[in-house]
């Protein structure tokens, strides 16, 4: 490597005056740029200026990215500088360029750290953290990197050892897997959590648990979505199921979780689960009438490949291939996050299924964004979530089990809505 970094300094011209002027389009379009050239983004900062003008700068792994925009000149002037050959600058430069509608630009790309006119420290080397006892560790210094999921409004940064464990990208998703401090390995798909080790109890154990003491004799369970394999495990604690179909649209994602969360994973080889790749929505179609006791849609959010997860045509299949006295369960977002999907979603079920015989209950996930996360319970032939409850035996189950969240009582509460809850579902 002739230079330790490339420096690539742009000039935009009659840049979409509206596009320069909006900070959340310019730091998605920056984030999006470094994506594509190969970075791992570590933070970003933007700024908008009053009354016009925006500015931002991403660290990346491999450096940074800068952008000053001027809306009243059409102008924005950008730098890219990157370090090592794992990136490529000039495909950020052209992916902006294209964004933000620039007629033309103009860039000069400068060679920065040039080896021949730099030598190695010699004295240099990273000191590793010490133990209690003063004893030096093998543990690294933390880089004190982030990763954050973020929305418009709503971020959440989670502090992590700087590697990436897993980073893919499959012809459905970005595929990522993270260390982190306070959360242990979380999987995330295109920028979003879906499961983090520290927490993901709380979710597996209510999506199945949930359903299973309900239904009066559980046997045979499709689960759509679910790669990770968390709902998997939790299903397996009963001994009287007969068979889980797992239909995950992505193999990457079975990948990913059998290598790295093998908590969650390591249920995915048991003989009473059939894995099939393929999309939930085309297997759905192709199902007999009536063959399953308990459905779950244990997908991610509606965008993507989990889009057509959320629609009446893949619910009214559901409906059809359920058993008389089936069960349908779906993660249905967050009355707190995702206002509008949570009340479509549950009047759809309402129409399917019957307002009588749909339920919502929520659980408490730090790791997802609002922490308040929402569970739909919907039955064919007007099970009611509680009345095949007992007592003992479930709490029996939960010691037998070493379940953390699910309980009895647990189950009965979680069906307890807040009114601004029940406002939205009314
Ligand atoms: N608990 C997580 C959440 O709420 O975000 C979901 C976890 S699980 C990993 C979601 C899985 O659904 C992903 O592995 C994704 O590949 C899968 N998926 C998305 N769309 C799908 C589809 N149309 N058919 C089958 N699986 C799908």
């Given at each position: 490597m002739k230079a330790l970094g490339r420096h690539i300094i742009a000039e935009l011209y009659n840049c979409d005056l509206d596009k320069i002027d909006d900070v959340t389009f310019v730091e998605n379009s920056m984030l999006a740029a470094a994506e594509k050239a190969g970075a791992t983004v570590i933070n970003s900062t933007f700024h908008h200026f009053s009354p016009f003008g925006v500015s931002g700068v991403i660290v990346i792994q491999e450096s940074h990215f800068s952008i000053h925009c001027w809306p009243e000149f059409g102008y924005a002037s950008i730098d890219i500088y990157t370090c090592g050959d794992t990136v490529d600058p000039w495909l950020a430069y052209e992916y902006l360029k294209n964004e933000l509608n620039a007629s033309h630009g103009s860039t000069i790309e400068l060679s920065r750290g040039q080896s021949n006119l730099i030598s190695a420290s010699k004295s240099l080397h990273p000191t590793p953290l010490k133990k209690p006892s003063g004893e030096p560790t093998n543990i690294k210094r933390s880089k004190n990197v982030w990763f954050t999921e973020r929305n418009e409004n709503i971020a959440l940064s989670l502090k992590h050892s700087g590697?990436?464990?897993?980073?893919?990208?499959?012809?459905?998703?970005?595929?990522?897997?993270?260390?982190?401090?306070?959360?242990g390995r979380i999987l995330v798909l295109d920028?979003?959590?879906?499961?983090?080790?520290?927490?993901?109890?709380?979710?597996?154990?209510?999506?199945?648990?949930?359903?299973?003491?309900?239904?009066?004799?559980?046997?045979?369970?499709?689960v759509i979505g679910g790669g990770d394999g968390g709902t998997i495990r939790e299903l397996l604690r009963h001994e009287n199921i007969e068979q889980i179909d797992l239909v995950e649209i992505d193999e990457h994602v079975i990948k990913a979780a059998q290598e790295h969360l093998p908590k969650m994973a390591s249920s995915l080889i048991d003989k009473k689960v059939k894995i099939k790749v393929e999309d939930g929505i085309e297997f759905v179609k192709n199902c007999g009438?009536?063959?399953?006791?308990?459905?779950?849609?244990?997908?991610?959010?509606?965008?993507?490949?989990?889009?057509?997860?959320?629609?009446?045509?893949?619910?009214n299949e559901i409906y059809r291939i359920l058993q008389n006295y089936g069960i349908m369960i779906t993660q249905s977002e967050s009355p707190r996050y995702n206002i509008h999907i949570f009340k479509e979603v549950f009047q759809c079920y309402n129409k399917i299924f019957g307002r009588e015989n749909v339920h919502c209950y929520l659980m408490y996930l730090p790791s997802y964004p609002s922490g308040m996360w929402s569970f739909s319970f919907s039955s064919k032939g007007g099970i009611d979530p509680f009345q095949n409850l007992a007592n003992e035996k479930i709490n029996d189950f939960c010691k037998r089990s070493n379940l953390k969240y699910y309980s009895f009582d647990m189950h009965n509460s979680s069906f307890v809505l807040p009114k601004f809850v029940r406002d939205i579902l009314l």
């Open positions: 590697e990436r464990l897993y980073n893919y990208t499959s012809k459905f998703q970005k595929i990522e897997i993270y260390q982190t401090e306070a959360f920028g979003n959590i879906v499961c983090a080790e520290e927490d993901e109890y709380v979710y597996h154990e209510m999506i199945a648990h949930v359903p299973m003491f309900a239904h009066p004799h559980p046997k045979k369970i499709l009438t009536g063959i399953y006791d308990i459905v779950i849609i244990d997908s991610d959010d509606p965008v993507g490949p989990g889009e057509g997860l959320f629609t009446k045509t893949f619910y």
